[in-house]
């Protein structure tokens, strides 16, 4: 989330979820709410039932589409430009709050410069978005009192996700829409605690609480907290760790809890990193195509099995209590981390999940006031920087995190790969309601309700290539080939494809793409080109 | 906020002006029956067990679409008003299945707990049972319109909170059935399977399928925790019995959600059990995996590791840690990375 960091100073959803539904404007932009956050998108649905405005961006007619008042039904990889042209329409017709603009933000000349190469009939040939449909958009969000942004994977899963996330702070900005109650800009994040896991440090460049490695202040504070000395070099990122790998530079992986072989894009060079370790230990509780290739299994516990927190995309800590014992001779994941530290030398001696809880507290502002009986059966949200402070509700009141709002100047890139003569259709991925990556396709009623891929294309398509609803088909792409069902269905433009990453039958990240953003790092999941043809 | 006083059952209570007479005993703790009444949802006024009497009004109102208003005179528990109630509960259980003993519902049912609290006999009205087709058309949820009392709670629920409207009241009269619009099985419909309507209904007309036969819910110990499917963060109770998960149910102390769900929720943790879970360490030889005691296991990893450490240096080393498991463990695994190992090699899979 280094996009909102970056303008705001701090990469959160800046609202809570039980806002949604007292919302005035919802403005939904690469998000499938009702399928990749079902509680999320219902509460939506009830804002609607109140008489909210809703405005959806989104090239598949997914079911909030079909819902709003005005559906923006843009080219893939085109949001950046669409946005761009709603600010420009903005400014010309005055909607800006300039009050907000000179009071809480800077660099708005240099934005506002660049805004002037996005007009609005040029913006509508690049997205093929109408302009009268644009205008309506901007007239709808900017003319509100409060309106809220959110998006999930569709934004951030392209080589220029950074810069499509920047792009709404600066539109939120330049409305004042952001610092209020019903008003910010919201990502909706995808597994269930990747916001804690972001939090507590699990990431290269920053230790619990964002404090960068590279500060000597942060360094310093963690070397005294944990009595040695600490590696000033940043860490590999998950992208870097398989390049590393490949080039024999990377020597062994724990991997816990994670499938990057069928998760990750590009899966034949993970499988072939993956390979050219000389060890590879993986925990997990099942066994995933990843753990396949390992030297070494460990059994991890489930969450029933388990105590400790998890942090939801609103900032909400709450508490995961232990139900069952873990099954069979597995072990809570705790436990396992710290065996394994102590016999390389740590001294991890936690009685209990309440203790690590008390370190993380004392070292992560964000966390500085929470411990378990604080958390009870209601969580809180961060942050919660002492021990008498009620949580935050929503971020950025009166004041940014980073003080005042830095406006950017971002430009229209194309994404790193576009159909062609050869591959001359777009595929793009996400997830759909019945499956959570691939952890649920182990519920056996799940994978009864829905047990395979259902490659979505669009009816003009799926004539010129001669393919039947329900047809087995293969498709292929510069890296790799599969072979899956197809749904032929007009909720796809013409040109596209959409699949999901749910199944290991037809691992559709044997075809995507390996580029990634170059800030953080995420593959470019959501696009790229591919071919279809039919079976033998 | 202006504020209104009232008399119930003898007592003077106050309270805030646009609250019902049956809001208005709760927020006293004076216990009234209800079974098509929902907080959440807009009331109905259809089922009249919450009937009570006030004075200067004719007949016996229902408490949950009557107004407080200033000097209002409400008796709760008296003959007539008992009465009342007996009545429309011996209507009720006159064409209902009294399959107490074998029905999934029983512990939890409200129609039974009425029954029972206002000595229900059964022989008052002879009714005519229904024998209709069971629903288990689907993997989660089994409807059996034969104990359905069309309180209609299933299908508002569906509408103002799932924003589905999936069900409906099919058919007239005696034949009047609730369900999926059109009378079509559930698995035909445009159901989502979020459970919202198994959640709310007060009967064992709509249960969870995977629940059946296994446990009764006095026999059931209920933990709170939170969904680990995706980020909203759900939070839900699971249903231990014997040391096992037998399936999900709402908690209406869930801050995030209330009492809803989505089908990964209420319907996926079967996974728990799974017989795919790896249940016992694994060391690969020769190409296959073996099982092997915990102190193995760690001790291979843990020389390995220090090996590759010793080799190659600190940074030749990275891990891996998890968007799915704890805070605490996550900061465990990257402390493990910085302070034990001693690199800055530690991500997490999918950074969205
Ligand atoms: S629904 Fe209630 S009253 Fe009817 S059979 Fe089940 S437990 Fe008995
Ligand atoms: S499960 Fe949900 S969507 Fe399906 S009928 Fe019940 S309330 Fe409606
Ligand atoms: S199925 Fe349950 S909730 Fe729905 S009308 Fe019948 S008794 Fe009421
Ligand atoms: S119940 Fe559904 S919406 Fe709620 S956290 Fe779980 S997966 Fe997400």
Redesign the interface.
């Known amino acids: 989330m280094a996009g909102l960091a970056t303008t705001f100073g701090s990469g959160a959803m800046t609202n809570s979820i039980n806002e949604i539904p007292y919302s005035k404007v919802l403005f939904v932009i690469g998000s499938n709410a009702t399928e990749a956050h079902p509680i999320i998108g219902t509460k939506m649905k009830q804002a609607l039932a109140r008489g909210a405005k809703l405005v959806v961006a989104d090239p598949r007619k997914i079911e909030l589409a079909e819902k709003a008042d005005l559906w923006l039904r843009l080219r893939p990889g085109t949001d950046i430009p669409l946005i761009n042209g709603i600010m420009n329409i903005i400014l010309a017709n005055g909607w800006e709050d300039k009050a907000f603009i000179a009071e809480r933000t800077e660099e708005f000349e240099k934005f506002k410069e660049n805004i002037q190469k996005f007009p609005p009939e040029v913006v509508s040939k690049i997205t093929g978005v109408p302009v009268e449909q644009m205008v309506e958009a901007a007239r709808i969000y900017a003319t509100a009192e409060r309106a809220q942004i959110f998006y999930t994977l569709g934004i951030t899963e392209h080589t220029h996700g950074t810069d499509n996330v920047m792009t709404l702070a600066n539109l939120a900005m330049l409305t004042g829409n952001v610092g209020k109650e019903n008003s910010g800009v919201n990502p909706l994040r995808g597994q269930n605690n990747v916001q804690g896991a972001c939090d507590m440090g699990a990431l290269p460049n920053v230790y619990p609480g964002y404090q960068n490695v590279t500060s000597a202040a942060a360094r310093v504070k963690f070397e005294e907290a944990w009595g040695r000395p600490l590696n000033e070099k940043l860490g590999y990122t998950i992208p870097d760790m398989f390049d590393a790998a490949v080039k024999k530079e990377l020597k062994a992986m724990y991997i816990m809890g994670e499938d990057p072989v069928l998760t990750d894009a590009d899966a034949n060079h993970v499988r072939h990193a993956l390979e050219s370790l000389d060890f590879l230990v993986v925990q997990d509780i099942f066994m995933s195509e990843t753990a396949k290739l390992a030297d070494v299994i460990l059994p991890g516990a489930s969450f029933a099995e388990k105590t400790g927190t998890f942090t939801n995309t609103e900032r909400r800590v709450q508490m995961v209590n232990k139900a069952i014992e873990p099954i069979g001779n597995s072990k809570a994941d705790w436990e396992i981390i710290c065996a394994v530290a102590n016999r390389l030398g740590g001294a991890f001696t936690y009685e209990s999940p309440e203790a690590v809880m008390k370190e993380v507290a004392a070292l992560t502002p964000q966390y500085g006031g929470i411990t378990y009986a604080r958390l009870g059966n209601k969580g809180l949200q961060w942050p919660v920087p002492t021990a008498e402070h009620p949580g935050t509700k929503f971020l950025h009141e009166g004041k940014f995190s980073r003080g005042k709002g830095l406006f950017m100047v971002i430009d229209y890139k194309l994404p790193d790969e576009l159909p062609d003569e050869e591959y001359p259709l777009l595929l793009s991925s996400g997830r759909k309601l019945q499956h959570y990556n691939v952890m649920t396709r182990n519920s056996k009623a799940l994978d009864a309700h829905a047990p395979e891929e259902l490659a979505e294309i669009n009816p003009e398509d799926a004539k010129r290539l001669g393919i039947e609803d329900g047809e087995r088909v293969k498709v292929a792409s510069r890296r790799g080939e599969l072979e899956t069902k197809v749904k032929v269905t007009d909720r796809v433009l013409p040109g596209m494809l959409w699949m999901t990453l749910h199944y290991k039958e037809s691992p559709t990240n044997v075809l995507t793409n390996a580029a990634y953003d170059p800030i953080t790092k995420t593959y470019e999941y959501k696009v790229c080109g591919v071919k279809v043809s039919k079976l033998g | 906020m202006e504020w209104i006083t009232l008399t119930i059952d003898g007592r003077t209570v106050t309270v805030p002006k646009g609250t019902t007479v049956l809001e208005a005993c709760r927020m006293n703790d004076i216990k009234i029956p209800t079974l098509c009444h929902d907080p959440e949802l807009t009331p109905a006024g259809s089922c009249r067990l919450c009937v009570v009497e006030i004075e200067g009004m004719r007949n016996l109102p229902p408490s949950c679409v009557t107004q407080a208003t200033q000097g209002m005179v409400v008796s709760t528990h008296n003959k007539k008003v008992r009465e009342a109630r007996k009545t429309i509960l011996e209507l009720l259980v006159a064409n209902h299945p009294l399959d107490c003993m074998t029905c999934q519902k029983m512990g939890d049912c409200s129609l039974a707990e009425y029954a029972y609290e206002y000595e229900v006999t059964g022989s008052v009205f002879q009714g005519e049972k229904r024998q209709l087709p069971l629903d288990d058309s689907?993997?989660?949820i089994l409807r059996d319109p034969n104990k359905c009392i069309l309180c209609g709670k299933c299908v508002r629920v569906c509408e103002?909170?799932?924003?589905k409207s999936v069900l409906d009241f099919s058919f007239r009269g005696f034949n009047t059935q609730v369900g999926p619009a059109f009378n079509v099985p559930y698995s035909e419909s445009e159901c989502?399977?979020?459970g919202s309507c198994v959640a709310v209904c007060p009967v064992g007309a709509l249960t969870e399928?995977?629940m059946k036969g296994k446990g009764r819910p006095w026999e059931v110990?209920k933990?709170?925790?939170?969904?680990?499917?995706?980020?909203?963060?759900?939070?839900f109770d699971?249903n231990?019995k014997d040391?096992?998960?037998i399936g999900v149910t709402s908690?209406p102390?869930a801050?995030?959600?209330g009492r809803?769900?989505?089908?990964?929720g209420r319907?996926?943790?079967?996974?728990?059990?799974?017989p795919?879970?790896?249940?016992?360490?694994?060391?690969?030889k020769d190409g296959e995996?073996v099982p092997?005691s915990?102190d193995e296991?760690?001790?291979?990893?843990?020389s390995?590791?220090?090996a590759?450490k010793d080799?190659?240096g600190?940074?030749?080393?990275?891990?891996?840690?998890?968007?799915?498991?704890?805070?605490?463990?996550?900061?465990?695994?990257?402390?493990?990375?910085?302070?034990?190992?001693?690199?800055?090699?530690?991500?997490?899979?999918?950074?969205?």
């Not at chain 2, 795919?276 to 690969?284: A, V």
């Open positions: 689907n993997p989660f103002e909170i799932q924003g989502v399977f979020c399928k995977e110990e933990v709170q925790t939170t969904c680990p499917f995706c980020g909203t963060g759900c939070n699971l231990v040391g096992k998960v908690n102390e801050p995030v959600n809803h769900l989505c089908v990964k319907f996926g943790i079967d996974m728990v059990h799974s795919n879970r790896i249940t016992e360490p694994l060391i690969k995996f092997a915990w296991a760690l001790d291979l990893v843990a390995k590791l220090g590759a080799n190659y600190a940074d030749a080393i990275a891990i891996l840690s998890s968007a799915r498991c704890t805070n605490e463990e996550n900061f465990l695994m990257q402390k493990l990375a910085r302070a034990v190992i001693g690199t800055n090699n530690i991500d997490h899979c999918a950074r969205t």
